[in-house]
């Protein structure tokens, strides 16, 4: 959990991603950082996420972004 | 028919009930459109100005396009504020256009008194639901000429003051007969409208709606990032025309997205506002090889656009699209360094003539002189024309290529290139899904930027098998995401401003 975190106060700073359950909903993830975010959470984790996986659900929360790259570990 | 609201009406006794604008919320059909657009006119009419500016500071929704509307029934033009603009850009536009009313909305009325703004600030859901004084607005329209203002519309990421180019409702009119005869334009048609209301390629799916009794369904920006929801929302909405910008369409092609999902109404793909890559459009072309395919040109300037190619043969990756010849009451000239049209095949600068050209810049009377001259082909009476700043040439085909901006064209080594030449190279490259070329003139160094898979050494070699070798960037940065200014084209200012930490 402490590197996803680390990673979106990386691509955005200044924002309480713990606690956060609706950082799409709410605007806080933007388009652009989320198009930075998936290419850094890819890089990091090698992981290659697919169309299938941009979906508002899987970034509404440091935990939702944790659970999409451990399905894509897998 | 003198001004766009005569459109718009005739339009609405077509079409009442056919829906105008929608977006995820809300869908105004015609007749509702034009009763909000005059509720909002008969409230900005009673501060009894005329031909002044009025801002409209709303996020991208119908209600959005209504108060756009309204600002011109009541015999002014608009000016739409980015609500994402920063307040001190904001006070610097208004100080050159010097709006009499704001309209705005409840989520950022807030923001109005710090641009120091000092007139009336109206909340379009306060104003849009009142009656209408139809005695008022008639007497408004009869005085009204087609040469009058409908808009002022900021060119965005320029440094400096910001730059207003002044567009009539002549302008927009005769525009707008081009796009809608050249397309087949009809009340059947679903534009996908992706483009700011700021923006000027919006002008173009806006008012060619407008005039057919067409549905403008505007998308929301976040689906850009959501892609399948994108499509979803297209087929939802039943989009069978979409005009975007290319790095819109990227996206798309980058994610391999067709594989997940298709849109399953389209029958029409434009684009316009940057170059569009051949390795992502043959994406979309093989496909969807039975769509239309046009790559559109011009600048605000020009209402939007002012030459145009359809797609009709196959083009190689890296190969560059065609810009095409004028749309059709549209007179375009290539000039020379020494003033003279150019032979066929000579690169020289792109002028523009004819109904399309705006009057040039609002409060600004050097940039206009400057930008918008007399024809130098034409001494025989003033015809003034517009100065594009593009470099272009003809090809074989008696087309028209794109080779760059002015300010892009650097010297380098003795030889005069186009930086975009070297985007496309890099862009045909495997695995590239951006690419973006700056040039820095101390140093007399030209730097590649590009967002993709290969490596620094590997994309050096690419560029090289493709251009000649005093075009070979010096300097490569493999960027993460290629950063977006708001219009969704690639922001050249900030990467000329920020790449040396990236």
Redesign the interface.
């Known amino acids: 959990m402490e590197e996803i975190l680390e990673i979106l106060g990386e691509v955005k700073p200044g924002v309480d991603f713990e606690n956060a359950t609706d950082l799409v909903g709410s605007g806080v993830l933007d388009s652009m950082t989320i198009i930075q975010l998936v290419a850094r959470l890819s890089d990091e984790y090698d992981i290659e996420i697919t169309p299938l996986d941009l979906v508002p659900e899987n970034f509404e929360s440091a935990a939702a972004i944790k659970a999409l790259v451990e399905r894509l570990e897998d | 028919m003198k001004t766009i609201m005569d459109h718009l009406e005739k339009t609405m006794h077509s079409f009442p009930d056919n829906i105008a604008v929608s977006d995820e919320e809300y869908a105004y059909s015609y007749s509702e459109l034009v009763r909000r657009s005059k509720s909002v006119g008969t409230a900005v009419a009673a501060l009894k100005f005329r031909r002044r500016a009025v801002a409209v500071y709303m996020n991208k929704t119908p209600g959005c396009a209504a108060a756009m509307l309204g600002a011109a029934y009541s015999g002014n033009f608009y000016v739409v504020i980015d609500p994402k603009m920063p307040v001190e850009r904001i006070k610097k536009t208004f100080s050159v256009v010097e709006p009499v009313a704001v309209i705005t909305e409840e989520e950022l009325a807030v923001n109005v008194p710090e641009t120091g703004f000092q007139g009336s600030t109206f909340l379009y859901s306060e104003i849009s639901e009142k009656a209408a004084d139809e005695e008022l607005l008639g007497s408004i329209r009869a005085d009204m000429i087609d040469t009058d203002p409908l808009y002022c519309l900021f060119t965005s990421g320029s440094t400096g003051v910001p730059k207003g180019t002044v567009v009539s409702h002549a302008n927009v009119i005769s525009y707008t007969d081009w796009f809608i005869g050249a397309f087949g334009i009809d009340e059947t048609f679903v534009f996908g409208s992706q483009t700011p209301f700021y923006f000027s390629m919006s002008v173009t799916d806006l008012y060619s709606s407008l005039r057919t009794g067409a549905h403008l369904a505007i998308i929301p ?2 689906y ?6 994108l499509i979803q929302y297209l087929n939802d909405k039943k989009v069978n025309a979409i005009y975007w910008v290319p790095s819109a369409l990227c996206i798309v092609a980058n ?3 067709f ?3 298709k849109p399953e109404y389209l029958k029409m793909v434009l684009f316009a506002g940057e170059v569009m890559p051949t390795k992502q459009l043959n994406y979309w072309i093989s496909n969807f090889p039975e769509l239309k395919y046009a790559n559109l040109f011009g600048p605000t300037e020009t209402t939007d656009i002012c030459t145009y190619y359809v797609v009709n043969r196959h083009f190689e990756d890296g190969d560059s699209l065609p810009i095409g010849n004028a749309c059709e009451n549209c007179g375009v000239i290539v000039v020379n360094e020494d003033g003279r049209q150019c032979a066929p095949g000579e690169e020289g600068e792109l002028y523009v003539r004819g109904s399309f050209v705006a009057g040039g810049y609002y409060n600004n009377p050097e940039k206009t002189a400057e930008a918008f001259v007399r024809n130098p082909l034409n001494t025989a009476y003033p015809e003034i024309v517009y100065k594009t700043g593009d470099i272009v040439r003809y090809n074989e085909f008696g087309e028209l290529i794109y080779c760059g901006r002015k300010d892009f064209q650097i010297k380098h080594m003795g030889y005069r290139i186009e930086l975009g030449e070297i985007e496309n190279a890099a862009m045909a490259a495997e695995g590239v899904s951006s690419a973006a070329c700056l040039y820095d003139a101390q140093k007399d160094s030209i730097i590649l930027i590009y ?1 993709g898979k290969p490596e620094k050494d590997d994309m050096c070699a690419e560029v090289k098998s493709r251009v000649p070798e005093y075009m070979v960037p010096s300097q490569y940065i493999r960027i ?2 290629m ?2 200014n708001s219009n969704g084209k690639i922001d050249r200012v900030w990467l000329k401003n920020n790449y040396k930490e990236i």
């Open positions: 920006k976040k850009f990032s959501f892609p399948i929801k994610l391999q997205l594989k997940y999902a967002e993460k995401a950063p977006h």
